[in-house]
């Protein structure tokens, strides 16, 4: 008995030593001036707000991937120039002419909007499908046609329902052979609005080889709040269809993945690595606000994000973890979650030695007291964190905003779906109020506008976590019945 006493304070005593340790080998690298030097740089009104595929983003990839090389970060193999991980992006330019006429009516292009289509010049007869619903499709053979629907459905005609369903019709016309589809909008002139703003514009993606985006198919949606075409299209005498699409515009965008790495110092553990990571890339310029800014800086949104990265690579580099490290900071995560999907997909160490991926993101914050981690209860790691974050005077909570689906909303869900235990730390909310509002995706997120004291505890606390994590001999994972609990599983246990 008493010799158990002796052997489990000894190892309390070892415990608390190497958590002591680690909190003093954080307060070594964790300085204010740091932390200022790299914000004000980031989200300087000279990097114009980081926008995937400018130019001032490329500095700040240069900027991260020279801090790197001064931290003692090794490069990652495989990557180029060191550091960088290209990242080949497409933007898709939305046709600037598209018209539909039916019979010998042209429709007002301010009552036409295109969802899918390009190169496109044909004429064709029509068939009428009511809702376009499962049971309206069924056995039509619609082979050199156009289908010929109303929007959404009977009893469900809110715009979200109406861009879900219209995917639904889309795919039920292609299987059917139809050219292309056609819906009218006899309900909710109100919707009409919404759907002007969603449809317009460019969409970034990244750049598949085997792509070619024009199947030919097409799908434009029709302003009939008077019901004028409806009845016209329901006429015995079926007037011919002729659709106009020109081409869209494909350019390519160069962007990249900014990778580190540090080798683990335990034999064993070192096989295991955690990912430290962040999206550097934010918004851009835009339209002036009140004050005439038009710059996005991204202080909060994400520069503070990546300082969360490279506090911990800059700690990391000088006293090494047990487990190895690689630190990520994502392209293109305003388009889409793009840099961290792509490195999913093409990742440059095995998925499988990933045994936690750390991620950051900030939108704002309204509370100094805490900080906020999406995830937090859905990890082995939440003891850590929870510790970490007290030692720095904070206290972690978990999400207080779970109807917003933050989980599924940063880079970390990229990870998530592989597997590999995923949270994102962020500043303290308590939940999407008009603090954080203020800031969130506006011009105003500037560095001169944060406390950073309050910030100075924030980066120890995540680095302190990072520490802890990376140093247990216990492997973090899913905590038991989670969404990617399964999925966590077959990662590890297949190989
Ligand atoms: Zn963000």
């Given amino acids: 008995m008493k010799k158990n006493i ?77 550091y960088f991980q290209e990242v080949p992006l497409v933007k898709t330019i939305t046709p600037d002419a598209y018209s539909l006429k039916i019979g010998d009516r042209v429709v007002d292009p301010e009552g036409l909007l295109r969802l899918e289509g390009a190169n496109i010049d044909t004429k064709a007869e029509i068939v009428f499908m009511n809702y376009g619903l499962e049971k309206d499709f069924e056995d039509k053979k619609l082979a050199g046609k156009i289908a010929v629907v109303l929007a959404g459905r009977e009893d469900a005609q809110d715009w979200r329902s109406v861009f879900m369903e219209s995917a639904a019709k889309s795919k039920r016309a292609k299987e059917a052979g139809a050219l292309g589809l056609v819906e009218l909008h006899t309900q909710s002139p109100d919707n009409w609005i919404q759907f002007k703003r969603f449809t317009g514009g460019s969409v970034v993606g990244i750049k598949r080889e085997e792509e070619s985006s024009n199947s030919g198919f097409f799908n434009l949606w029709v302003k009939d709040y008077d019901s004028n075409f409806q009845k016209a299209v329901s006429d015995k005498k079926k007037p011919l269809f002729e659709v106009l699409i020109s081409k869209e515009m494909q350019i390519e965008i160069p962007s990249k993945n900014v990778v580190g790495m540090v080798e683990g110092t335990d034999p064993e553990l070192k096989n295991e690595y955690v990912i430290y990571s962040a999206h550097y890339d934010h918004i851009g310029v835009g339209k002036p606000n009140a004050e005439g800014d038009s710059i996005y800086n991204g202080a909060r949104d994400n520069a503070v994000g990546v300082v969360t990265v490279m506090s911990a690579a800059e700690s990391i580099a000088k006293n090494p973890t047990k487990r190895s490290a690689l630190f990520i900071l994502f392209t293109a995560e305003e388009k889409g979650l793009l840099g961290s999907r792509y490195y999913t997909e093409n990742p440059l160490l095995p998925l499988e030695q990933m045994v936690y991926c750390f991620n950051s993101d900030n939108g704002g914050y309204n509370d100094t007291s805490i900080a906020t981690i999406v995830g937090l209860g859905r990890t082995t790691a939440e003891k850590h964190i929870k510790e970490a974050a007290e030692t720095f005077g904070l206290t972690a909570i978990d999400d207080p905003a779970g109807e917003q689906g933050l989980f599924d909303r940063s880079d970390n869900v990229n990870f998530a779906k592989k597997g590999i235990p995923a949270p994102t730390f962020s500043l303290g909310f308590t939940a999407f109020d008009a603090e954080i509002g203020k800031y969130y995706h506006q011009q105003a997120d500037n560095p001169e506008t944060m406390d950073y004291d309050y910030l100075e505890k924030f980066f120890s606390a995540f680095v302190l976590s990072a520490r802890l994590i990376a140093n247990d001999s216990e492997t973090p994972f899913w905590t038991e019945g989670d969404k990617y609990y399964e999925a966590g599983k077959a990662l590890y246990n297949e190989n």
């Fill in 6 to 82: 002796l052997i489990l304070s000894f190892l309390l005593i070892g415990f608390c030593g190497f958590a002591q340790n680690d909190e003093a080998l954080t307060r070594e690298t964790v300085q204010k001036s740091t932390i200022k030097g790299h914000i004000y740089f980031l989200a300087s009104d000279e990097l114009r707000g980081r926008e995937t595929g400018s130019p001032e983003i490329d500095i700040a990839a240069k900027y991260l991937s020279t801090t790197f090389q001064r931290y003692g970060v090794a490069p990652v193999p495989g990557a180029t120039e060191g």
